[in-house]
């Protein structure tokens, strides 16, 4: 069998979630990371749409239009226009003007602070093409809730100019590492950013042991997540509200690579508990689990498909790792992945078509796609560390960890790989990313 664990296998920050020999060798400086958007890229279609400075938001927290602005480029669908002034939503903009500056849609709005310290928050959307309205949204805020204001206003533009939902106002969590001995579980809105605008997100966990593989609940309240504090692999779950967490699986091996099934109610794990590492069903809360798989080869990193009937993992038992599906209530598996030796990782879009994962080109690890009805393959990338790709709920971005300029950053990308967009920091050590449901 495979030694999954021999670092010819391992690309340089690759971390195995379901193997004992785990492996958390970063150099990782201040938890605080000063994240930016930076877009590489042209997309082939892209929407051009105007943002205006929205009217007093210069006396807010949060400069708004600028955070809907970074929102809408992020997403690879929309082209921003400059727009010289304020713009609110009480304005009769001249269409004409926009149209010569080539726009499709305009946004304006206004921020306005309340007696209470709370801000009133409004915003109307122009078909500039048409010379009409397309509609306007409204909301009165915390001051810690202004840049959700915003996320969610970008979700109304990209939803009224696309007819998808957009994921601005959606969370990713990740994993960091400050110092020699400060491991960093993190959660932030999908611009890496918190609530209040500082960049680096909420720390949700902070331990002098490893913190591996977190993955949201289908419902967005809850964490799981492994973690060494104990000197071994623990399953532990979260709650995002109190903070309360509870112990899913802490038998004899290791315990990890958690995967909550669609309806939240079970999870998927790799267990070392009768020897081998292989994939087995625990209940939410914990409890007997029961074994799924029973080859003499390393079964791990079990996701499931969106609806529930199919779990995808990856096993050796062909001599390298390689992405295979089984039924997941138990039975045969098959193999999924025929390009390259080696192929690990797997994610599946919301709507159960297409797989992200990582494989192996020569000495490098690259993020690719594959069409689980045509077995078409896509690369996305053209960097060499990728690792940990997630689906945003809406299936048009992909996060992911990697290496640019020497440094360990998170990305996101559109589907055919055109438009990427970097979480980049003043220091490295960010990773294991994944983006969160809808329903905040």
Request: aromatic share 8%; proline share 6%; glycine share 10%.
């Amino acid at each position: 069998m495979a030694n999954l664990c021999a670092p010819a296998f391992l690309p340089r920050r690759f971390v195995l979630r379901g193997l004992a020999c785990l492996a958390f060798a970063i150099s990782v400086a201040p938890a605080m990371a000063q994240f930016r958007v930076e877009i590489s890229g042209v997309g082939a279609t892209q929407v051009p749409v105007v943002v205006a400075r929205f009217r007093d938001e210069d006396k807010a927290t949060q400069q708004v239009s600028s955070i809907i602005r970074a929102d809408l480029e992020r997403s690879g669908l929309f082209r921003n226009i400059d727009a010289p002034g304020v713009l609110d939503e009480l304005a009769q903009p001249q269409m004409a003007d926009w149209r010569a500056r080539a726009a499709d849609a305009l946004l304006g709005g206004s921020v306005t602070r309340l007696a209470d310290g709370r801000y009133d928050v409004r915003a109307k959307l122009w078909d500039v093409v048409k010379g009409s309205e397309i509609g306007a949204q409204n909301a009165t805020v915390h001051p810690n809730d202004l840049r959700l204001a915003a996320h969610r206003v970008a979700d109304y533009v990209h939803e009224k100019l696309t007819g998808e939902k957009g994921v601005f106002s959606t969370r990713i969590a990740y994993v960091a590492k400050a110092g020699k001995a400060n491991f960093l579980l993190r959660v932030a809105d999908s611009d890496g950013y918190d609530p209040s605008g500082k960049p680096g997100g909420e720390g949700v966990l902070n331990s002098s042991e490893p913190i591996i593989s977190p993955t949201w609940s289908p419902d967005g309240k809850e964490l799981a997540y492994v973690s060494f504090e104990d000197q071994k692999a623990v399953v532990y779950a979260q709650d995002m509200a109190s903070g309360r967490r509870r112990v899913v699986a802490n038998f004899r091996g290791s315990n990890s690579a958690p995967a909550w099934s669609p309806d939240g109610q079970t999870m998927a794990l790799t267990l070392s508990r009768e020897g081998g590492s292989q994939i087995y069903l625990v209940g939410r809360n914990g409890g007997t689990p029961r074994r799924l798989t029973t080859s003499s080869a390393i079964d791990t990193e079990p996701c499931f498909a969106p609806d529930g009937r199919t779990l995808y993992f990856v096993s050796d038992r062909g001599g390298s790792p390689q992405v295979y599906r089984m039924p997941a209530a138990g039975g045969a598996a098959d193999r999924v992945t025929f390009t390259g030796s080696y192929n690990i990782s797997p994610a599946i879009s919301p709507d159960g078509r297409t797989m992200a994962f990582i494989s192996r080109q020569g000495n490098t690890f690259r993020l690719h796609t594959l069409d689980l009805q045509s077995g078409a393959v896509q690369a996305l990338t053209d960097t060499s560390d990728d690792e940990s790709p997630s689906f945003a709920p809406n299936g048009r971005l992909i996060i992911y960890a990697t290496r640019a300029a020497g440094r360990d950053v998170l990305m996101t990308t559109t589907l055919d790989g055109k438009i990427k967009a970097r979480l980049a920091s003043t220091t490295p050590d960010v990773r294991e990313p994944v983006w969160g449901p809808y329903g905040r």
